[in-house]
């Protein structure tokens, strides 16, 4: 985690004049445990293992994995599970937390977080775009310091990357699923949070913004920005089916695909 840690922090200064097409994948929900009673977890096991063999096969640039890695984030057997699948993958990964990866945002967890992981947001350039991952549970949690932190952090990464051919930004839980104007609840940001992101994301020409979190997919566009909620790796919820998305990016547009795992 040291050694992406600083690979993470050289990258910012890397330009983005340099653009060729390529693929990518965004994974989310791995999260081992999620509504799973089979023996040491071992369906949510088998969905990530499919997951991963899926992407491994399509050689993507990159991989980026959108929270709830895991169910109980104190349980070692579920950790245990999710990074020996994570290590199968054979693209680089990034990652950013989820509300089940903890919960009740504190400095204090936040740390702890950071501690196992590495890092609980990033910044990074491929082929000449712009990717930059947040952490969405000190907005969820409305802690004001922890998200101004953040919020000063990500400006200055999208101010940074104004020569990107793409800017996309990841984070778990979805601004909107699927209209401005839809009812806030658990899967979205209030409408004060909207307004300040989505206002920042237009400001700085970000193409794509990417969630999970749903645990269903969703697709919308607002203000020229598309929101894309990915479905599950694991368990899903409602119209969801287990899957991840396979993202394209070309010269002339980016084409996103949400793909069904096959176990």
């Not at 104190?74 to 919960?103: C, K, M, T, W």
């Not at 945002?105 to 712009?130: H, W």
């Not at 700085?204 to 979190?213: A, K, L, Q, W």
């Amino acid at each position: 985690m040291k050694v992406l840690r600083l690979f993470l922090l050289l990258t910012l200064a890397v330009s983005c004049n340099r653009f060729t097409p390529f693929t990518f994948v965004q994974m989310s929900d791995t999260q081992i445990g999620f509504r799973d009673s089979s023996f040491r977890f071992c369906h949510s096991d088998s969905l990530m293992k499919a997951a991963v063999a899926g992407t491994n096969a399509l050689r993507p640039e990159c991989v980026i994995i959108t929270g709830d890695l895991v169910d109980n984030a104190a349980d070692p057997v579920q950790d245990s599970i999710f990074l020996v699948r994570l290590a199968d993958i054979e693209a680089p990964v990034y990652l950013v937390p989820g509300n089940h990866d903890y919960s009740g945002s504190t400095p204090e967890k936040r740390q702890a977080y950071i501690a196992l992981r590495g890092y609980d947001r990033f910044s990074f350039r491929q082929n000449g775009c712009a990717f930059v991952g947040i952490n969405t549970n000190s907005i969820k949690d409305n802690v004001p310091e922890m998200e101004a932190e953040q919020l000063d952090w990500l400006e200055k990464e999208l101010s940074g990357a104004e020569k990107c051919r793409y800017k996309f930004v990841f984070l778990h839980c979805p601004v909107v699923r699927e209209s401005l104007d839809e009812k806030e609840d658990y899967f979205n940001f209030s409408f004060e949070q909207r307004g300040k992101y989505i206002g920042l994301f237009k400001k700085y020409g970000v193409d794509i913004v990417f969630s999970g979190h749903c645990h269903q997919e969703f697709a919308t566009e607002i203000e020229g920005i598309r929101f894309v909620t990915a479905g599950p790796v694991g368990n899903p919820l409602g119209h969801g089916y287990p899957g991840y998305n396979v993202v394209k990016v070309g010269k002339d547009g980016v084409e996103v695909a949400y793909t069904g795992t096959r176990l």
